[in-house]
T-cell receptor
Framework: GENVEQHPSTLSVQEGDSAVIKCTYS??????FPWYKQELGKGPQLIID?????GEKKDQRIAVTLNKTAKHFSLHITETQPEDSAVYFC???????????FGSGTQLTVLP | EAQVTQNPRYLITVTGKKLTVTCSQN?????MSWYRQDPGLGLRQIYY???????DKGDVPEGYKVSRKEKRNFPLILESPSPNQTSLYFC?????????????FGNGTRLTVT
């Protein structure tokens, strides 16, 4: 089945700096890659997603890039703010398995 | 308000005592799923349901049961809980086209089995 690896597991940045979280996947048939943000005491919430026919997608301060050849995708957060502090999960949907597989998560801390 | 509601939020039980965690969604979603979250392991799928009376195993189904008798409800049943089922559980739902659409998660149920 699909295997998604996510790095780093923890990330601390100064307010205003950029943060980058990287994920790799194993199933070349995967075609949908969402990112979820989980705030303390809450369930994950979708923040951005990208499909395999697109290389990059932006939404204000967040962007996701996808490299299908290398089978990796990344989340970029610019001008980080304290409210960006949360756990972030990447995921990959395998068309062959019809299943969404999550990475292990990244705890992002934005220091004031 | 569109939401996924899980109950209870916290549950402490003993080994072998059957329990049910309820999940209900008010968005008329066809797809529903259960995940467990453990440190360093991310979210792992337990069971999912594409529609009423249709359920399938996820990655870690052992020790769990589910049912989907109504569209809005998807309870998770632990017939004989064991300490290795101590975890944070999330229910999620999604609109048609799932799971290629956004998953809507509940706020979680923290289960401790002693």
């Amino acid at each position: 089945g699909e295997n998604v690896e996510q790095h780093p597991s923890t990330l601390s940045v100064q307010e205003g700096d950029s943060a980058v979280i990287k994920c790799t996947y194993s199933d070349s048939a995967s075609n949908y890659f969402p990112w979820y943000k989980q705030e303390l005491g809450k369930g994950p919430q979708l923040i951005i997603d990208i499909r395999s026919n697109v290389g990059e997608k932006k939404d204000q301060r967040i962007a996701v890039t996808l490299n299908k050849t290398a089978k990796h995708f990344s989340l970029h957060i610019t001008e980080t703010q304290p409210e960006d502090s949360a756990v972030y999960f990447c995921a990959a949907f395998s068309g062959s398995a019809r299943q969404l597989t999550f990475g292990s998560g990244t705890q992002l801390t934005v220091l004031p | 308000e569109a939401q996924v509601t899980q109950n209870p939020r916290y549950l402490i039980t003993v080994t072998g005592k059957k329990l049910t965690v309820t999940c209900s969604q008010n968005m008329n979603h066809e797809y529903m799923s259960w995940y467990r979250q453990d440190p360093g392991l991310g979210l792992r799928q337990i069971y999912y349901s594409m529609n009423v009376e249709v359920t399938d195993k996820g990655d870690v189904p052992e020790g769990y049961k589910v049912s989907r008798k109504e569209k809005r409800n998807f309870p998770l049943i632990l017939e004989s809980p064991s300490p290795n089922q101590t975890s944070l559980y999330f229910c999620a739902s999604s609109s048609p086209g799932a799971p290629l659409g956004p998953l809507h998660f509940g706020n979680g149920t923290r289960l401790t089995v002693t």
